[in-house]
């Protein structure tokens, strides 16, 4: 298996990930154990609610997204983790039978200046439903070994 490094990671689209489906009884589980409000439990409090149905939670979502960061590129990648994430904005509810896309793009690759035999890289994704709504927009750095040749570093 190929192992991504810093120099893979260059400024525009990277990839397109998933499809991967959601379904009601995975909703509920998660909310369960990690987010148990009433519109990710309970139909009836759902509907009532301004979310208008059952909608799974947003750090579902964000787990959702970081599988799928994982199994798109993230597991052969020379990554070294990552310092946090800078923006995460939620913008429309998980569904039960949605099938989520991930679209990654590089908004910046750098060389650390403190460490430079690794590079940051600021990764820009969005999650949308089969219809194409925008469910999840996030922004996160993530800091990757760099290839080391010769007078590279």
Avoid: Y
Wanted: glycine share 10%.
């Amino acid at each position: 298996m190929t192992t991504l490094t810093f120099e893979d990671f260059t400024p525009g689209h990277f990839g397109t990930f998933g499809p991967r489906h959601v379904t009601r009884e995975e909703i509920l589980a998660f909310a369960a154990e990690f987010d148990p409000q009433p519109m990710h439990l309970d139909e009836a409090a759902a509907n009532a609610s301004m979310l208008k149905g059952l909608s799974g939670s947003g750090w579902h979502l964000s787990s959702l997204a970081m599988r799928m960061l994982f199994d798109g590129f993230i597991g052969r990648t020379a990554s070294l983790g990552s310092p946090g994430v800078n923006e995460m904005r939620w913008l429309a509810p998980l569904r039960p039978g949605d099938d989520l896309t991930l679209d990654v793009s590089v908004a910046e690759a750098r060389i650390s200046k403190s460490r430079p035999e690794t590079g940051i890289v600021t990764l820009k994704s969005t999650i949308r439903n089969a219809a194409g709504v925008v469910l999840c927009e996030m922004e996160s750095p993530m800091i990757v070994r760099r290839r080391l040749e010769a007078g590279a570093v």
